[in-house]
C-alpha cells in the first residue's frame, strides 16, 4: 500500500514538472529576489516598460540563458527552452510590450571614429573599456537611487552574444527613457557614426574576453589556508593582535568560535577569533556586492589543538570570490588575501 | 508512515531542486520590513535547533563611521555539537562556522542571503560526514525560509544563484 502511494505521488510530482512551465511562478522563484515582481529592480536591474520596450525577445532569452558572466546576474543553463520563454512572455504580459526585433546584420565601420566617439560620448558612464565603471548593476543599498539603472557593463561577454549589432545602434540612436542614456541621434550623430560606434563596442567586447583569458590564474584550490604557529596559544593571539592593529583595520571584541552557542562554562577557550572591519572598503564592497556579508566580518581563528599545536585558520578568499561571480570585486579580493597573508605572517615570525 | 512519505517527497523535491539549480547562493525576498523580518528569522531559526551566536551591527559600524545604510545585520547560527565536531576533525572549515545570513532592508521588503553550504560540498567529495551534515544544513536553511512564508503570510520568493 505504502509503495502505491508513493509511486501515485511520484508519478504525480513528474506530471505536474513536466505540465506547460508558468512564468509568473518561474520569475517568482527565480527572478524576483533581484529584479522584484513589480519589475522595479534591486540588486538586479528594473523590468519596466521602459527597459523592455526597445529589446528584443531573443535579447532577453540569451540574457537569461547567459547571464552576465562577472556580475551578479547569473547564467540559467539548467533552465529548459519552454522555461525560459515562460518567463519572457510573463515579462511581456506584465508590462504590456511587444518585443522590437532586429536582423542579425553585422555592421561595418570604422573603429577608429568609433572610439573617438566612444571616447567623447561614452566612457563617463561606460568606463574606457566598456565595463560600466565598476559600480555594480542594480539600484540597492545606499547607492544612488535616482538612476533607474546603472550604466551596463557593455562589453560583457554576456550582452556582447545576447545583444545584435541593430539592437545596440537602436539604443544608443534612441537613448534609454528613465537613465542617463540620452539619444544620441537627436544630439546629431549621423547613420555612419553610429555604425562605427556599434563596432567599436564590439572591439570592446573582443578586448574583455581577451584580459579576461590572461588574467586566469593558477587555481589554490583549498577552501582555507592554514598556518602552523611556532608560539603558543597567547603570545600567538596577542602577535595576530598586534598585526591586524597595525593594518588599519577596526578590531571587535574577541569571539571564541563556541560563543553563543553554549554557556560561557562549557565554552571551549582555546579557539578564538580575531574579528577586523575597515568599514570603509566595506562599504565600497557592499555597494558592489550587497550579499558579502555571508562571508564577512574578517576573521583569523587561532585554535589550540590537543596536541598542543596552534593553528591560524583563515579562508581562501579566491576561492570565496568564486561564490559571488563579480569581476569588480576581484582586486579587493587580492589585496585582503595579501593583507591577511601579511598579517599571519606577521604573527608566526 | 506519513511522515516516512513527507521525508521520501522532501528529500525527492530537494534532489530535484538541488539537481536543477545547484548555486551558490540561496537568496529569497521576504514581503515584510527588515527590522521585524530580522526578529522572525531569529524566531525560526532558533525553531530548527540552531542558536543564534551572534548578531553583527554592519549597518551601525557604518554609520559610526558616517557611511549611510540602511538596515545590513548578519545572522550568526549554529549547533554546539556540529561546530565542535568540526573545529576537532576539519579545521579548515572553521572560518566557515557558525553559519551566516545576511539580513539586508531593501524599500519596505527585506533580502535574505547565505552561502548555499552544498557549494561546500565539492570540497569533500569523499566524506560522507560532512557530505551529510552539507545536505543537513541545506534541508534546514530552506525550511527556515519556508518558515519565513508561513509568518509572512505571504510566498517568500527563493532563488538560487550563481
Known sequence: MRKLILIGLLVWMVSSVQAAPNGRDLYFQFCNACHQMSGQGGIGLPLSAEKLDDVSDEYLTKTIRLGRPGRVMPSFNAMSDAQIQAIVSYLRKRTDTQEKVFDSTILVGDVNNGKALFERNCVTCHGSDGSGQGKGTGVTLSRDRSFLVMPPAISNPGFQASATDKMIKHIIKVGRVRSAMPSFGALGLKDQDLNDLVVYVRALGEKAKQAKRESIPEEDESMSHVVESPYDFDTTVNNLKQAVGGSNFRIFPDRFLEQGLTDEFSVNKRQIGIRFCNFKELYGMLKIEPRLGVVLPCRVTVMERKDGKVLLVVPNLRVVSRWFNNDELENLWNQMEEGFNEMIEEATL | ?162
Open chain 2, 1 to 162: 508512515m506519513i511522515t516516512r512519505i513527507t521525508s521520501y517527497l522532501s528529500l525527492i523535491l530537494l534532489l530535484m531542486v538541488g539537481n536543477a539549480f545547484a548555486d551558490n547562493m540561496v537568496m529569497a525576498r521576504v514581503p515584510m520590513k527588515a527590522d521585524l523580518t530580522f526578529e522572525h528569522l531569529k524566531d525560526a531559526i532558533e525553531g530548527h535547533g540552531y542558536s543564534v551566536a551572534h548578531v553583527q551591527l554592519c549597518d551601525g559600524g557604518m554609520k559610526e563611521f558616517g557611511y549611510k545604510s540602511d538596515l545590513y545585520r548578519v545572522v550568526f547560527f549554529g549547533k554546539i555539537e556540529e561546530v565542535s565536531h568540526i573545529s576537532e576533525d576539519h579545521p579548515e572549515f572553521v572560518p566557515y562556522v557558525p553559519l551566516k545570513m545576511t539580513v539586508v532592508a531593501e524599500r519596505g521588503e527585506t533580502l535574505l542571503s547565505i552561502v548555499n553550504p552544498q557549494t561546500y560540498a565539492v570540497y569533500y567529495p569523499n566524506d560522507k560526514d560532512m557530505q551529510i551534515q552539507f545536505a543537513r544544513w541545506y534541508n534546514d536553511i530552506l525550511s527556515i525560509l519556508s518558515d519565513m512564508q508561513k509568518i509572512t503570510g505571504e510566498k517568500v520568493s527563493m532563488q538560487f544563484v550563481n
